[in-house]
């Protein structure tokens, strides 16, 4: 039968509107092959390689599971909740990497905003014609590769040619050698130096999107607000904190939701500048997954920490949609 | 008679600017710092305390990167580039494209189809990092810059804005060409394409800027040298010149500032981007 008399194919490209329905077809099914192929097909071998002892390197049946992957159920996600301090060394670091990123992310996004706010406020309040040079100048570092920012600041805390302990030592009149990332014994109020060191490169290349954005917004509420508040006899202050940031939530919230997210993604610095050291204290969730993968090829193991961090950032993803659907109109 | 003056304006020193300068010099700071240690000779970028400035200024290092046979930069460049280029058409075609269907198309499924896409927006990379890894394995496409080509072809991201963009386009300007006997994709490359012109210059430099700066994925592909991106071979350079300081910061000059310089000229479309997905989420 040829596949022209097929009802299908006849209802799919005959009739009124049939160029129309070609056309939707021909781009519509490549593009679900394309989905099924690369998207769900992934989604799905990843969640069932969590549930095997898997490692390219040994030999398997179908996809490699089973023969030396063995399926071993929940044992992976059992392993997570193991707290003796006799627990396998993967799980030690698990739980090193899960308080590490939460970390992290607890003091990335509050200095993120604590910045880029008031950033955006003063950038918007100086004259026309240098608020272009100001905003490039703080925008840069987005644009740069975060390799390139990590080796950057890498030579800025280098601990004998680094620049800050040139500075600290030109400051104080002593030589200063501060090992910022390299030396474990160096914590502050519990959280370890060369993670700080981390948070500031990573803060500095980051700012830049955060700002733009609250640049933008602060040019999207209209002046008749403002003169109204003015008119009326408010001061500057009171139109920032009564008019402006008000208006501002909706974005305020949105961003910090978005740069949680991608905070709790953060690896290339973290990577390049640290590789995880000193002795795991900058150990993030994804350089763990990474690590476990492609170095140890223990690949059953981080794809359920792929999953445990896959939920972690659903459940942020699930709040920012709860947190959308108010919208503010003005 | 009335004239109209210029409203006099009272000069009014901003205390921004004193907060403003000082922050952006420092912001500055890192970038200088690599800048001018890749002007100090070695036995400088090994002097404890460093210089600021270089006492001693040379080109050799530069000259030394640029002539060493185990960094064709040029190589690099090339893969770079063919990657990033080859992603921002194929991203900008079928984002448009597709994002143009569910705009202005009605099919079977296409709302579930659309959640589905939209869904996928918020799956992060790392959770089909593994098997996509474990595909290309299987396809031989490991070590071959066709393995962080073709499976970039869609972008969930894309189509969504496109398809925000293709909505204001008037329908009656698409029945007008089909009632003069259009083809579907003429009416889309020739009539729809034109009208989302700003969308393809955004979101087109946007791919662009992520492609040619990613780094966890080409790492994971790309192990074999020379068909190395230019963010791996950087660390790859640096760790091997550990103590070389001065030719790392020379190496990575040469990597960083040509593309940064030309993302400068076209920021106004990156930032476009960015407060895109930033205000519309």
Redo the contacts between chains.
């Keep these: 039968m040829a596949l022209s008399t097929w009802p299908g194919w006849q209802r799919l490209f005959s009739g009124r509107d049939s160029?129309?329905?070609?056309?939707?077809?021909l781009?519509?099914i490549p593009?679900?092959l394309?989905?099924v192929f690369?998207?769900v097909?992934?989604?799905l071998?990843?969640s069932a390689?969590a549930f095997f002892d898997y490692s390219?390197r040994r030999m398997g049946g179908f996809l490699?599971f089973g023969g030396d992957n063995p399926f071993v159920g929940l044992q992976n996600f059992q392993k997570m909740l193991y707290s003796s301090p006799d627990a396998p060394l993967e799980v030690q670091q698990f739980h090193t990497g899960v308080k590490t990123t939460l970390l992290f992310v607890t003091l990335v996004v509050p200095l993120n905003l604590l910045v880029t706010l008031?950033?955006a406020?003063?950038?918007e309040?100086?004259?026309k014609r240098v608020k272009g040079i100001?905003?490039?100048?703080?925008?840069?570092?987005?644009?740069?590769?975060?390799?390139?920012?990590a080796?950057?600041?890498?030579?800025?805390f280098?601990p004998?040619?680094?620049?800050l302990?040139?500075i600290l030592?030109?400051v104080t009149g002593k030589?200063v050698a501060i090992n910022w990332t390299g030396d474990p014994s160096l914590v502050v109020a519990g959280i370890p130096v060369a993670l700080f060191a981390v948070i500031v490169a990573y803060l500095?290349q980051d700012l830049g999107?955060?700002m733009?954005?609250f640049i933008?917004?602060l040019q999207?509420i209209p002046q008749t607000i403002k003169d109204a508040a003015l008119i009326d006899g408010a001061n500057s202050w009171q139109l920032l904190t009564r008019i402006v940031i008000p208006l501002l939530m909706p974005?305020i919230l949105?961003?910090a939701i978005?740069t949680m997210?991608s905070a709790?993604?953060v690896?290339?610095i973290v990577?390049?500048m640290t590789d995880g050291g000193p002795q795991g204290q900058t150990q993030v969730l994804?350089l763990h997954?990474?690590n476990y993968?492609?170095r140890y090829q223990k690949?059953g193991w981080?794809?359920a920490v792929?999953?445990v961090?896959?939920l972690m950032?659903?459940s942020i993803?699930l709040l920012?949609n709860r947190l959308?659907n108010t919208e503010l109109e003005y | 008679m009335t004239t109209f003056s210029r409203p006099h304006r009272r000069f009014r020193l901003n205390l921004a600017y004193f907060v403003l300068i000082p922050a952006s010099l420092i912001a500055l700071l890192p970038f200088l710092w690599m800048i001018l240690g890749s002007f100090k000779t070695g036995r400088e970028i090994r002097q404890i305390p460093p210089t600021f400035f270089p006492q001693e200024f040379t080109l050799g290092n530069y000259q030394r990167v640029l002539t060493d046979k185990d960094l064709p930069l040029g190589i690099f460049y090339r893969n770079s580039a063919i990657i990033a280029l080859a992603n921002v058409a194929q991203v900008l075609f079928t984002s448009s494209l597709f994002g143009y269907i569910f705009a202005k198309f009605e099919f079977k499924g296409k709302k579930a189809l659309f959640w589905f896409i939209l869904s996928l927006m918020m799956i992060p990379p790392q959770m089909t990092m593994i098997p996509g890894y474990l595909i290309l394995a299987k396809l031989g496409l490991l070590n071959n810059l066709l393995g962080l080509i073709l499976p970039a072809a869609v972008d969930a991201f894309g189509i969504f804005l496109f398809r925000q963009f293709a909505l204001a386009i008037p329908n009656e300007l698409l029945d007008a060409a089909r009632v003069d006997g259009a083809g579907e994709f003429y009416i889309f490359r020739r009539i729809a394409l034109p009208q989302m012109g700003p969308a393809l210059a955004t979101f087109g430099m946007l791919t662009f800027m992520f492609n040619w700066n990613a780094y966890l994925w080409p790492l994971i592909v790309l192990t074999e040298k020379n068909v190395r991106t230019l963010p791996i071979i950087l660390t790859w350079f640096s760790n091997r010149m550990v103590g070389n300081d001065h030719l790392t910061m020379a190496a990575s000059v040469l990597v960083i500032l040509p593309v940064l310089i030309v993302f400068l000229f076209v920021q106004r479309w990156i930032v476009e981007g960015i407060t895109l997905s930033g205000l519309k989420g």
């Design positions: 160029a129309k329905k070609r056309f939707v077809a781009a519509i593009l679900l394309f989905m690369w998207t097909f992934p989604l071998w990843g390689l390219p490699g008031p950033l406020f003063m950038i309040s100086v004259n100001f905003r490039t100048l703080f925008f840069l570092p987005v644009l740069a590769p975060s390799v390139g920012v080796i950057m600041w890498g030579y800025v280098h004998q040619r680094g620049l302990n040139a030592g030109g030589l500095w999107y955060n733009v954005i933008a917004a999207g974005t949105l961003t978005l997210i709790f993604q690896f290339d990577q390049v994804l997954i990474y993968a492609f690949m981080a794809a792929s999953i961090m896959f950032i659903l993803s920012q959308l």
